[in-house]
């Protein structure tokens, strides 16, 4: 340990002083080498600069005082350690110089190898190498590449162009045919072309390679493709990376060595064993590389066992340790074994899965943990219908998985084509370099969405997301021209009308029709494959966390479904009860005809013969639902949206009367629903003539829907069943509302109850600011509150949903304005805040209010969280959604409790 800082500011950590979880400071590389150096494992000796140090650097564009200082005492340690010096000419110590972030950021800054090689240095490595030239040689001329390319900025082409040059002089494709003779050429040849570039030779000194490698590392923060990466990742700009600098170990050695990588189980299934690659005598990136053919790990057994043995010894410590999958890089240097990284690794949302349950099996963490390790996104990933890629399927390219599901569909490139193929039933694509705006209704027509440019938080990514559509968003390597009709990829060409598919999880693209086949694990939840008897891993891991989350969570978990047959379905996926039947639904299709009766009513007569007719139609639909909901609570929302939404638009009923008139036909009745739309028309219906304020105006209507809400319940229970309505009100701002609403239900209430038993709870939606800000006053009126989350993030913000997800919100995201759509997880800060003061001031007036939400945001698993800390009863969410919401509310329960027992 080297001790005898100058500066008190601690920069440099040796690996024996650092640990796991020092992340922050270290980064997730330096972090991890620290603890396996500390359990002993064989590491190459090294320290790590501090990511405090990197941030201080980008700060004020130099090193912090005390850096240079802390840098030569540790080096110095190493040198003693290895007793060797850095670049000595007969026995040089070399460095490899490598970035690490708290996040992983694969590939997007930088690593220096070699450090420490120059003119004469490179004669001593081969001399201790055993005049093992040709050794020494590749690994300056490597140096010379990376440090060119990393730290000058020369451009990488130029020196993969002579690398090419000398292997076809030579007539081979192998860089292992190269001799010492022809990489010594080579290292000419690149430092000429560093020259070039640089205006300077290339830098003998040790020590100036170490510091420019370093600073390089710093910069590499801020390189462009790295700035992308952390907005698209949503990583914060400020953490800054450490830097490691290890002492080399060669894999390019000879036959007996090599580099590898692996993980401890396979990252895409879950299932045990060994997966990895090894490539024989070659350096660091090679493998990934892909300039020669890797072989599997396995083969490593048959090329050098006791490795190969230590290896899987030291991964079986590792996974002990870390009680998770991880993923390592190795070297072997002449048959003894170096670890050089490790991880825990990133999985599939399958593998998340099944590995969290067989390490519940092997006693490596408790169910809370595997609840833990899992998530709601994942789960919803694992819904979807996949593609069936058994066969000869091959992805042409990858984009990034912007919105998931499997579609495929007919190719076409301009919103109006699209719009059009899909009204004659054609299953479309819609292939765009970019969306905007004007692409949003051909992004409504089309089966799915594919982009060549744009990441995570583009338009097409954004507004797909928000209809949840298939979306697979910059696919580089599709070079679409609209214009000509068509786009190419990896030499061939799609045009118009040629079938593509597209998988949004995976961002693949294949050419052709992939079969789709449904998820085994909705198939699950639907109760068609019975996990205790299944032999699938991954259906038998989603049932047991799933019963572990349902044992821990707190709030209860509703659906919303407006017909028996959503009830039906959402009680299979686990919904306690209904938290939002939409009653307006019940008044489409045929049904319309009445509602146009009850707006055009003149005389009060005619109005009630029109809702007359109403009663027994919901009366059925309630019976229904109750019936299907089997004594679950179900909440009935009274009739909420403009009642002009169920009238024809106006230009249509304005040709309508023009064209009738010509014809000389009657057109009384079309005259009349013109004057009814003209005098309907509102310009921001949003904020109309809707909601509570409807049935405050247009008499006979809310109580028609009271009395149907009531005798159904009745009958329910006369036929020996057991129905729990509890209506609610939207749209409540003043209590006053609520008040003259509920005296009216009231009465219809008991007149037909009488002797029933069943029990009719009243309540109101709490959307508007308003009702939030005086929940204290409104919850003396109710029994209980459900928060619209939708309105409340609309009026909350001042933004109407329908027009701002596709004109502005994919700019709101890039300016990070906000993070994630407000309509997707909930605004904490300023509508969550509404909810807070809401369930707060509600409760304190009215101990015991029931609380819940519904809209999109029940199913969403950040706000289930939240809705979870402010300590709602339920939440409600369509049916698809409920198993997530259920597994958040689980993962919430834990997370909370654990942090609060400790
Ligand atoms: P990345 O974060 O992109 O994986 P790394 O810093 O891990 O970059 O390094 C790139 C490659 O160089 C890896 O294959 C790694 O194993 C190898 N490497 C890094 N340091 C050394 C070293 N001291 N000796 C041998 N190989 C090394
Ligand atoms: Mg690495
Ligand atoms: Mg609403």
Request: net charge negative.
């Amino acid at each position: 340990m080297a001790a005898q800082e100058t500066d008190d500011h601690k920069y440099v950590y040796d690996f024996s002083e650092g640990n796991k979880d020092l992340k922050d400071l270290l980064g997730g590389k330096g972090a991890n080498l620290a603890e396996m150096t500390n359990l002993g494992l064989p590491v190459p000796p090294g320290f790590t600069i501090t990511t405090e140090a990197c941030q201080a650097y980008l700060a004020t564009g130099r090193e912090p005082d005390g850096l240079a200082g802390q840098i030569e005492t540790h080096l110095q340690a190493l040198e003693r350690e290895m007793g060797k010096r850095l670049g000595d000419p007969h026995d040089p110590l070399l460095v490899s110089v490598r970035s690490g972030a708290k996040f992983s950021m694969p590939g997007m800054m930088e690593t220096v190898l070699n450090v420490g090689l120059n003119d004469q240095s490179v004669v001593g490595l081969a001399a201790q190498a055993g005049q093992n030239d040709r050794f020494a040689w590749d690994s300056y001329r490597r140096l010379i590449q990376m440090f060119g390319k990393t730290v000058c900025e020369v451009p990488g082409e130029e020196f993969e162009h002579a690398l090419d040059e000398v292997k076809s002089a030579k007539g081979t494709h192998n860089d292992l045919d190269l001799d010492a003779d022809d990489l010594r050429g080579l290292v000419d040849a690149y430092k000429k072309i560093f020259a070039k570039h640089t205006g300077r030779e290339f830098p003998q000194q040790p020590r100036e390679q170490l510091d420019l490698a370093i600073r390089a590392v710093f910069e590499s923060w801020n390189a462009e493709r790295a700035v992308l990466y952390r907005r698209q990742e949503r990583i914060p700009a400020d953490l800054g990376t450490a830097v490691n600098v290890v002492t080399m170990v060669f894999g390019n050695l000879g036959p007996d060595s090599g580099t590898g990588v692996a993980f401890t189980r396979d990252p895409g299934s879950g299932a045990q064993g060994i997966y990895g690659d090894y490539l024989a005598n070659a350096q660091g990136e090679d493998v990934v590389a892909g300039i020669r053919n890797t072989v599997p790990l396995q083969e490593l057994e048959r090329l050098d066992k006791s490795s190969y043995d230590e290896l899987l010894s030291i991964m079986a410590r590792l996974e002990e340790h870390y009680r998770d999958l991880c993923d390592i890089e190795f070297t072997i240097e002449r048959g003894k074994l170096w670890m050089l990284q490790t991880r825990v690794g990133k999985r599939t949302a399958a593998a998340a899965f099944v590995i969290a349950g067989q390490l519940v099996d092997e006693g490596l963490i408790d169910e809370d943990e595997a609840l833990h390790r899992v998530n709601g996104a994942q789960l919803a990933q694992l819904m979807f219908p996949r593609f069936q890629l058994d066969h000869e399927f091959e992805a042409v390219a990858t984009g990034i998985g912007a919105s998931p599901g499997a579609a495929s569909g007919k190719v076409v490139f301009t919103s109006a084509r699209a719009v059009e193929l899909a009204a004659e039933g054609e299953s479309v694509i819609l292939v765009r370099r970019e969306t905007n705006p004007d692409d949003l209704n051909g992004m409504i027509a089309a089966k799915g969405i594919l982009t060549s440019r744009g990441g995570k938080t583009s338009h097409a990514a954004v507004v797909a997301r928000g209809m949840g559509k298939t979306c697979v968003s910059g696919a580089d390597e599709i070079d679409v021209n609209v214009p000509a009709k068509r786009f190419t990829v990896a030499g061939q060409t799609v045009d118009e009308g040629d079938v593509v598919s597209i998988d949004g999880t995976t961002g693949k693209v294949y050419l052709g029709e992939v079969p789709v086949m449904p998820s085994e694990v909705v198939q699950y939840f639907e109760g068609s494959i019975d996990a205790e008897h299944v032999d699938n891993p991954l259906v038998r891991a989603v049932h047991r966390i799933m019963t572990h989350a349902d044992g821990k969570r707190r709030l209860a978990v509703r659906t919303n479904a407006d017909t028996g047959a959503d009830a039906a379905r959402a009680r299979r996926f686990g919904a306690e009860g209904i938290g939002l039947c939409r009653t307006e639904h019940m008044f489409l299709g045929d049904r319309r005809e009445l509602v146009e009766r009850l707006i055009l009513a003149r005389a009060a007569a005619e109005r009630d013969e029109a809702l007359a007719a109403l009663l027994p139609l919901q009366r059925a639909d309630f019976e229904e639902i109750f019936r299907e909901m089997d004594g679950l609570p179900v909440t009935v929302r009274l009739i909420d949206p403009p009642l002009h939404e169920f009238l024809p638009p106006l230009e249509q009923l304005a040709v309508n009367v023009a064209v009738a008139q010509e014809r000389g036909e009657d057109v009384a009745k079309e005259e009349a629903l013109l004057a009814a739309v003209r005098r309907m028309h509102e310009e921001n219906p949003m904020l109309g003539l809707r909601g509570v304020r409807l049935g405050l105006v247009i008499p006979g209507l809310f109580a028609m829907q009271v009395r149907a809400i009531a005798e159904a319940a009745v009958a329910v229970v006369r036929a020996g069943g057991v129905a729990r309505p509890e209506i609610m009100v939207p749209l409540v701002g003043a209590v006053q509302e609520l008040e003259t609403v509920r005296a009216e239900a009231e009465r219809i209430i008991a007149e037909v109850v009488g002797d029933s038993g069943v029990e009719v709870l009243i309540g109101t939606m709490i959307e508007v600011p308003r009702a939030a800000l005086t929940a204290g006053q409104i919850a003396e009126a109710a029994e209980f509150f459900s928060f619209g989350t939708n309105d409340l993030t609309q009026m909350g913000w001042g933004f109407s949903r329908d027009d701002v997800e596709g004109a502005f919100f994919w700019r709101y995201l890039e300016l990070g304005i906000f993070g994630i759509s407000p309509f997707e997880s909930i605004d904490r800060d300023g509508v969550g805040r509404l909810v807070r003061i809401a369930a707060e001031e509600g409760r304190a007036a009215r101990p015991g209010l029931k609380l819940g939400v519904c809209g999109e945001h029940g199913g969403d698993p950040d706000s289930v969280h939240f809705f979870h800390e402010v300590g709602l009863d339920y939440v409600s969410c369509s049916p698809f959604r409920v198993p997530v919401a259920r597994l958040e509310a689980g993962r919430a329960a834990v997370e909370t409790d654990g942090s609060d027992s400790r």
